[in-house]
């Protein structure tokens, strides 16, 4: 379902409030400028968040019988049956259908969906259980210049009762879980925050551009000036700005100004865990009257010559929009100079323009060689600068922007799959939503390195931004660390959301694919010719770039595809059927498996919600890593894959519903710790030469029944895969044990004894059925090209009974810790035995305290069913293991982080909070 007005700004205080990222929030930084922070020091006020009873409908509220029927534009709301479908309807007065599913013939799951909205571009929908009513026309769009009409948003009104929080800020993961709140969003409730802040605007500021810009709200928001409204944003997902020097807001310059933000949260667009408030940065910019236009800047590099070693010769046609908002024409001459990976300036071009008053000028400044050019790659992400400067007649530079940008060729082949760079590369993919654990999706920018550094250490390669637009600080990450990016447009139909979209993130070399929408994202009346429309639009601002244009939807494949690169959305079974009805256009498993699996867990149990870490889990669309893969390795059009998920979420419990709150689907769980199957992947990513791999499990402790052993907690029950054998005289514990490893055989030792070799390799693992247990240890032994010579082992050992707490700095995210207020420490928290070796069962209640100069922004363990409160310090182990995301101020200092137990010795880790140069910030 399309929402056909999803990403229209309003157009308020007679000027066009521009839907698009600012420069200083993508890859393009501003060294003339001033950009401001205005992340600190905001006021909130969370309004409502419960899923209380709703009014019934009138009788007969809906006459009109719309069955087997859908309509563009609506929203997805909660409900648990039709007629809390309805009554979500009844209760907005502009709304003319509902729509409801739990039917597989509208959702292939089955699972309950309800849709709300006006009565308009209907089409044929089966399954769909549809009514309608005649309702009279929406309220106007609020009036240019209109004053607050609402409490919060007066400058006058006493917020200090309100807490004070730094964005980005996620207020909903803030609430507490509930069983009666929608299940595809994590069972947290909905709501509606308002921020206040007082916003000193700098002196400097009168007679120049001003501009605030928000990277992402979500989602539907309105901002408050000085008892004004400046307008509106409805997407969740796309950064948009309000020009304030164009505005007849009256600002204080050098003195108090008020900003108040109401963000309504109540109407996601997705069926995912998508948070609420404002959950990216936000920014205040002070140019000339003659500047850059925010992602107006192209830097479009084609590769010219042959490519040798990584290198060829190159050509950058630099292309940049200015805008003037002075009094007078202005002549300028517009420079480029490009920057290359080392430092050393490799060419430049100017020309000289006139830009207009109020005119958008756009300048092609005329084309620059690139003699042998270090060329990106995932594996050589070499970056290059390009400097663009506007110059007055007068000889001032006015304005100057540095963008990143890379040099790189890149090619889909119908029958070789993705070519980069002249080398053949399968996208070993990955889809991935927004969220991580104890911040919800206000995820630090920090953070986003570590997100795709986890993926690349497994061997990935590639990252499905689904199902929207990324922030851009992960496209930043990803240019610098070397990973490729299927970039996702949000709605089909939406032209105004692709443009933003293209625009901003077409500089970045990482981006390799635009999609146009994910499966039912993509409905719409004409999917054909919404998809001709939006193609067209990401050709329009990208003409350069190489990318194809994809879809992660089946009805767009075929014969007659629009797609220049077909998606292939899970059915492994007919990858051969649909290459040979479109035989000459490239292919990609836009997204595949869909295997659920928990870390530590060895036994399925819907009753806690829990599922087997043994890869043999999958809903009705999905298969196990093994096969997905299979079918994607093994044939040579297959560009790659994208898993679901490579990180677990909020939202989505499969197969199970309450008590889950998260997904199963990650290859990492929500804290980043990897569950077995990471280990799959990684031993079919990654060559034993490069890294040798080898992981047996499950653990080795375990009970002698069913019920586990009350005198020995650190024993698990045996379930699942681990069976009690009885006889008449005895009984005896079995236990499967599987091993994954790169290698091509591994032996099971148990105890001492030798259980035999078993092959491994790719598409497979190594497996010993009905192993008898008997505390001790396990290992396994890998062995190369019928070796007798070890290449690699691990052992486990049975533990014994948890007697301490170990904290450690995870993946070395804070080992350097920046007092900038920004930066973030993971603190992994491990409950262990006296040999130090971390218990399996764990699961005791952890506290966290923090002293010195940092806060707990949240805390999480992985556990997919865990209903303590994301911002709780203190959180039981899952199996051993939990997280506390620490975050630093501006303050440097000793931090010491301390966790405890009860009837267990704690620990504790100290950070040096370094000292920074902050940048500006009000």
Not at 31 to 55: C, I
Not at 212 to 226: I, S
Not at 397 to 415: P, Q, Y
Not at 469 to 490: I, Q
């Amino acid at each position: 379902t399309t929402i056909a007005s999803m990403a229209r700004c309003l157009v308020l205080l007679g000027a066009v409030v521009a839907c698009a990222s600012a420069a200083s929030l993508g890859n393009a930084v501003n060294v003339d400028r001033m950009v401001y922070s205005v992340n600190d020091g905001w006021r909130f006020y969370r309004v409502g968040g419960g899923s209380g009873p709703l009014p019934p409908c009138k009788p007969n509220a809906f006459p009109e019988d719309m069955t087997n029927k859908r309509c563009d534009g609506l929203v997805r709301v909660q409900a648990k049956d039709e007629d809390e479908c309805a009554r979500q309807c009844c209760a907005e007065a502009t709304c003319g259908t509902y729509q409801w599913c739990n039917d597989t013939k509208c959702q292939p799951s089955g699972e309950a969906d309800c849709w709300i909205g006006a009565k308009k571009n209907c089409f044929a929908g089966p399954g769909w259980y549809s009514r309608g009513r005649d309702v009279g026309p929406p309220p106007p769009p609020p009036s240019p210049g209109r004053n607050c009409d609402q409490p919060f948003c007066h400058p006058s009104y006493d917020d200090s009762t309100w807490r004070t929080v730094q964005v980005p800020h996620d207020f909903v993961v803030e609430g507490n879980f509930s069983a009666a709140a929608d299940k595809s969003h994590g069972y947290l409730p909905f709501a509606v925050g308002w921020y206040r802040k007082h916003l000193a605007i700098p002196a400097q500021a009168k007679d120049k551009a001003v501009w605030l810009e928000f990277a992402g709200t979500m989602r539907d928001t309105k901002v408050y000036l000085n008892d004004v409204l400046l307008g509106g944003h409805v997407s969740g997902y796309t950064p948009y700005r309000f020009y304030l020097h164009k505005h007849n807001v009256t600002l204080n310059y050098g003195g108090d100004n008020v900003l108040a933000i109401k963000v309504d949260s109540t109407h996601p667009t997705g069926w995912w865990y998508d948070g609420g408030g404002i959950y990216r940065d936000v920014d205040l910019v002070v140019a000339d009257v003659v500047y850059h236009v925010p992602d107006g800047t192209y830097a479009a590099a084609v590769v010219t010559g042959a490519i040798q070693d990584g290198h060829a010769d190159a050509v950058v046609m630099p292309q940049v929009e200015i805008m003037n908002d002075g009094a007078a024409s202005a002549s300028a001459t517009i420079t480029a100079t490009v920057i290359d990976p080392v430092g050393k300036t490799v060419g430049k071009a100017e020309t000289t323009a006139t830009i207009h008053v109020g005119t958008n000028t756009t300048v092609s400044i005329g084309n620059i060689s690139l003699p042998s050019a270090s060329l990106w790659s995932a594996e050589t992400p070499h970056l290059y600068s390009l400097i663009t400067t506007i110059t007055s007649a007068n000889g001032k530079s006015v304005d100057t922007l540095n963008t990143t940008f890379g040099v790189r060729k890149i090619e889909f082949s119908a029958s070789l799959g993705f070519i980069i760079n002249g080398r053949r590369v399968k996208l070993y993919g990955a889809a991935n939503h927004q969220d991580f654990a104890g911040v919800g999706v206000a995820v630090p920018n920090v953070l986003q390195q570590h997100r795709i550094s986890k993926l690349k250490d497994m061997g990935g390669n590639a990252w499905r931004t689904a199902h929207n637009a990324p922030t851009p600080a992960l496209l930043e990450a990803a240019d610098r660390l070397g990973f490729y990016v299927w970039d996702e447009n949000h709605l089909l139909g939406e032209l105004d959301e692709a443009a933003i979209l293209i625009r901003r993130d077409r500089n970045h070399p990482s981006v390799v694919i635009w999609s146009l929408c994910n499966e039912r994202l993509c409905s719409t009346k004409d999917i054909t010719k919404d998809a001709l429309a939006m193609k067209a639009v990401m050709k329009q601002h990208d003409p350069y770039g190489g990318r194809p244009v994809s879809a992660n939807n089946n009805g767009l494949n075929g014969a007659d595809t629009v797609l220049d690169l077909q998606g292939f959305d899970y059915h492994t079974q007919f990858y051969d059927k649909w290459h040979a009805a479109a035989p000459n256009v490239p292919a990609i498993s836009s997204e595949t498996s869909s295997a659920v699996s928990d870390r530590g867990e060895y036994h399925n149990d819907p009753t806690t919600g829990h599922v087997s870490g043994y890869d043999v889990n999958y809903p009705g669309w999905g298969e196990s890593a093994e096969v997905a893969w299979d079918a994607i390795d093994s044939r040579d059009f297959m560009s790659g894959g994208n898993t679901w998920t490579g990180w677990d979420y909020k939202g989505e419990p499969t197969p199970y519903a309450w008590p889950d709150i998260n997904s199963h689907f990650g290859i990492l769980d929500m804290c980043g710790f990897a569950k077995d199957r990471f280990f799959w992947y990684q031993s079919n990513y990654r060559s034993f030469t490069a890294l040798p791999v080898l992981h047996l499990f499950p653990h080795w402790n375990w009970a002698s029944s069913a019920g586990g052993d009350a005198t020995q907690p650190h024993l698990a029950a045996c379930k699942g895969r681990c069976r009690v054998v009885s006889s008449t005289n005895s009984s005896a514990t079995t236990v499967e044990l599987w091993a994954y490893s790169n290698a091509d055989e591994v032996e099971l030792l148990v105890n001492g004894k030798s259980l035999g070799k078993q092959p491994a390799g790719r598409f497979s693992h190594a497996a010993w059925k009905d192993v008898p247990y008997a505390p001790g240890k396990i290992e396994a032994r890998a062995y190369l090209n019928g070796s007798s010579a070890v290449a690699a082992s691990q052992t486990i050992a049975t533990t014994g009974p948890a007697v301490a707490v170990r904290l450690s700095i995870k993946d070395k995210v804070g080992s350097v810790f920046h007092a900038d207020g920004t930066d973030v420490a993971l603190v992994q928290a491990e409950v262990v035995d006296a040999s130090g070796l971390v218990v399996p069962t764990a699961s005791n209640n952890v506290t966290f305290v923090i002293s010195g100069p940092a806060t707990l922004a949240g805390t999480g363990n992985g556990d997919p069913a865990s209903h303590v409160n994301d911002k709780s310090a203190v959180r039981p182990a899952f199996h051993g293991l939990l997280l506390a995301v620490v975050q630093s101020t501006t303050q440097a200092g000793s931090v010491t982080i301390s966790a405890t137990a009860d009837g267990l010795k704690g620990g504790s880790i100290t950070l040096a909070a370094k000292p920074v140069v902050l940048g500006n910030r009000l």
